[in-house]
Nanobody, 118 residues
Framework: QVQLAESGGGLVQPGGSLRLSCAAS????????MTWYHQPPEKQRTLVAY???????DSVPSVKGRFTVSRDVDKNTIYLHMSNLKPEDTGVYYC????????????WGQGTQVTVSS
């Protein structure tokens, strides 16, 4: 099973930007898609963005236009580019692999904490 390690979180002011990274121990082209999830404090973890093996990337409406996903196949790494951050974006961000039904196929890593606050 592919091991995943998220990094890049931190404290940022509203309106700021961050780039999160997710390094995989294996090829990021093997799963149907690589995904990013957001877990706000004391809330459920939800999907925010993904990139499929053929390069199609998309995000959920609440972050569309602010978050984008990219990848570096040679480095087996995907990125979440976050801009115009809002306090409600605060939480732990995780990456994972999914099948074509978006069922989770990997193990959850430690995640990376993002705090948006002035």
């Amino acid at each position: 099973q592919v091991q995943l390690a998220e990094s890049g979180g931190g404290l940022v002011q509203p309106g700021g930007s961050l780039r999160l990274s997710c390094a995989a121990s294996g090829s990021i082209l093997s799963p149907f898609a690589m995904t990013w999830y957001h877990q706000p404090p004391e809330k459920q973890r939800t999907l925010v963005a993904y990139i499929t093996s053929n390069g199609h990337a998309d995000s959920v409406p609440s972050v569309k236009g602010r978050f984008t996903v990219s990848r570096d196949v040679d480095k087996n790494t995907i990125y979440l580019h976050m801009s115009n951050l809002k306090p409600e974006d605060t939480g732990v961000y995780y990456c994972n692999t999914v099948d074509f039904l978006f069922n989770i196929t990997g193990s959850w890593g430690q995640g990376t904490q993002v705090t948006v606050s002035s």
